[in-house]
Nanobody, 128 residues
């Protein structure tokens, strides 16, 4: 079964940074477009960032632009989400997901229904 594994979550003070990682042991992430999503308590899952299989195209949800950076190291089969200037409203469970395609259209790349494979999530808490 294809499964993704997230790591790097934790508790951080406002203004701090965290770097999330997403890996897969049973398939090659370099063949897939990858998205990062988050879900806060009582809220719907929302797209945070997207990166194409080659890493050439990336996109961000408006509230994280300039603060979050998505990247990938296909040689290490790992996707990263660097999160800086964290705010309490960034508190959520963060998920990575792989699409069946190598690239997604701009209108769909931050939609959960565009993705096929999901990890279990890692909790990020931003609090003083």
């Amino acid at each position: 079964q294809l499964q993704l594994v997230e790591s790097g979550g934790g508790l951080v003070q406002p203004g701090g940074s965290l770097k999330l990682s997403c890996t897969a042991s049973t398939f090659t992430l370099g063949d897939h477009a990858i998205g990062w999503f988050r879900q806060a308590p009582g809220k719907e899952r929302e797209g945070v960032s997207y990166i194409s299989s080659s890493g050439v195209v990336s996109r961000y949800e408006n509230s994280v632009k300039g603060r979050f950076t998505i990247s990938r190291d296909n040689a290490k089969n790992t996707i990263y989400l660097q999160m800086n200037s964290l705010k309490p409203e960034d508190t959520a469970v963060y998920y990575c997901a792989a699409a069946a395609q190598r690239m997604l259209l701009a209108l769909s790349c931050l939609r959960p229904d565009a993705y096929t494979y999901w990890g279990q999530g890692t909790m990020v808490t931003v609090s003083s």
